[in-house]
């Protein structure tokens, strides 16, 4: 395609940080950046036309991950967060070597403090069906501890039981206990919300799992890398005029109201100005 | 794009019958055509790259639905029916001039039916998101009788549920009683299962409406409308020598492997051989 003209800027530590995800669940990770790294700009794609990444193959999932990286590139990210556990999952590693500017997704982090936190060596990983079957989370934590056990559990019904805002209640309850029964019985005593929305049921998730249990939400981790991997990299925003308000632009390839009124009822996060663009036509 | 060779058949009556979903809802709406049309091929395609449809914006469906078209018509189909409520509401009419055979949504067939089993002239839509907004039912139920009142709610969790398998159960229970509140405490007395998963959740629907509300299923009806349309234009197959198991071919636009799980698994039905085809590019 013709793309359009690439925003540049002269001082590298003033462009945005590109973050991803397959919709809106990737606004949690926002919501940690902007916790974290208050003076960042941000500039969030959500692909709320092709949503969910959960169900779908590698092969798409990276074809379209490509796609999204070349439209960040676009608008000038001088790093990418893949605030998405499934492209994060089956894109990031395919993606590192093409790519012009660090990127970090959110499964090395979560993994990283899950290894770290874990008393009994024994940890389990909720998320999408992309995810869990992918094993990521399991070779991550191999790696960092050879001798450690991971459960992992599917739970598909999280996603659309986060964006009804059905967040805690006796349908959230009977559904995580149907997922998590499983996982209470084993003797996990660190559990990974291994799916950007599952922060959002975090309090019915710790309920059903008891006290025992910690759990580890990888946006919170990952703001925390990214806040290293900018400082490591001379890239940090030092400039602290901006608010939460000023410094975030939201693209989306469908149904930009819908994202606008999920952010704004689920996250209490407003994204004003939401643009729709055709994300099909930033092909590499 | 260079297209694939469409396919002729000499005598049109032995083409198959073009059938299009999101996903695997119309699946439900083959099992019909199967039942009741046992002498037809079945060419169906289900955008399981691009599923859910449901909280899609109406410009998409619409290009969606085009480039599927545009497909199934490279297969030679005769007719096309359209096992999508969001689809029909959104596209059909749209799509309608611009097609060479004839089209029929599940819509129409559903709402006719409705009309005529209501005694009270009070009738009641689930659906998804797209399909309540889009205020179809109501629409097509106002042209049949002007008189008809029409309530209609969106159960966005109800599909997740089918394709997880969670049929009837405590879940399942907890979840229809949630969303079926205000239709059991209204007057009512038939309640249209406006999306072709939820006759899946046939039974557990029923069990919390309760007796008095008749239950009308789209795909049933449009099998019935296939059968007419198709004996009106001459254009029954009358061999009889395929069984269900060859005269079907299955085509999706990701993750073929899923999608024939779903299949075995919740409709007992066979779909070997399912193809992935790269549907964008059929563009027109």
């Given at each position: ?157 999280f996603v659309p039981l986060a964006e009804e805002g059905w967040l805690d209640g ?99 996060l407003t994204t004003e100005d939401t643009r729709q663009i055709p994300i099909e036509?930033?092909?590499?």
């Amino acid at each position: 395609m013709e793309g359009p003209e690439r925003i540049e800027y002269e001082d590298r530590s003033q462009a945005p940080i590109g973050v991803f995800d397959s919709g809106v669940g990737g606004l949690t990770v926002v919501r940690e950046i902007i916790r974290q790294l208050p003076g960042e700009r941000i500039t969030y794609f959500g692909d709320t036309a092709r949503v969910p990444y959960g169900s779908k193959s590698r092969e798409t999932i990276i074809r379209y991950s490509r796609q999204i990286v070349r439209f960040l590139m676009t608008r000038g990210v001088k790093a990418i967060v893949v605030a998405c556990n499934t492209a994060s999952a089956y894109a990031l590693e395919e993606l590192r070597p093409e790519m012009e500017v660090p990127v970090i997704g959110v499964v090395g982090p979560g993994a990283k403090t899950a290894a770290e936190v874990t008393k009994n060596g024994k940890i389990g990983v909720i998320g999408t069906e992309g995810t869990i079957d992918s094993g990521i989370y399991t070779r991550f934590l191999s790696n960092l501890r050879p001798d450690i056990q991971v459960l992992g559990k599917a739970c598909p019904l999280f996603v659309p039981l986060a964006e009804e805002g059905w967040l805690d209640g006796e349908v959230a309850t009977v559904v995580a206990r149907k997922y998590l029964e499983e996982l209470c019985h084993s003797d996990i005593d660190t559990l990974i919300l291994g799916c950007t929305h599952y922060p959002l049921l975090r309090s019915t998730i710790a309920k059903v799992m008891g006290e025992s249990v910690t759990l580890v939400n990888p946006a919170y981790e990952t703001a925390i890398s990214l806040r290293r991997l900018l400082q490591e990299q001379g890239l940090e925003n030092k400039s602290a005029w901006m608010t939460e308000y000023n410094s975030c632009e939201f693209f989306v390839s469908d149904a930009a109201e819908r994202f606008q009124q999920f952010a704004a009822r689920i996250l209490h996060l407003t994204t004003e100005d939401t643009r729709q663009i055709p994300i099909e036509e930033y092909q590499t």
